[in-house]
């Protein structure tokens, strides 16, 4: 499957955004799906994902977005997203949408396909 993330932009504090990751090339619902971001001089992190269809469409968050964030997918148009409300400075970073098929969503070291990021920017 490939992955093509966007909906990055700038926005302010408080602010809402949403992003999309649009999947080819693969049955989609069999795919567990997440997100992750790197800021700057940082790490990759997770970020949210929801399990594929045989995992119920199980969601998992990030303790710094849960509240916050909130990630969904609709099959028929394989596509996930991920909805960003309250939006801090923080939370500025390169955002990626990755998959993994069959995937258990909390356990995060195993997404192992990777969309290209969009970039979210949230000036204070």
């Known amino acids: 499957v490939q992955l093509q993330a966007y909906g990055g932009g700038l926005v302010q504090a408080g602010d809402s955004l949403r992003l999309s990751c649009a999947a080819s090339?693969?049955?989609?619902?069999?795919?567990?799906m997440g997100w992750f971001r790197q800021a700057p001089g940082k790490e990759r992190e997770f970020v949210a994902g929801?399990?594929?269809?045989?995992?119920?469409?199980?969601?998992y968050y990030a303790i710094s977005v849960k509240g916050r964030f909130t990630v969904s997918r609709d099959n028929a148009k394989n596509t996930v997203y991920l909805q960003m409300n309250s939006l801090k400075p923080e939370d500025t970073a390169v955002y990626y949408c990755a998959a993994v098929p069959f995937g258990i969503v909390y356990v995060t070291q195993n997404y192992r396909i990777w969309g290209q990021g969009t970039q979210v920017t949230v000036s204070s």
């Open positions: 929801i399990s594929w269809s045989g995992g119920g469409g199980a969601t």
């Open positions: 090339g693969g049955t989609f619902s069999t795919y567990t």
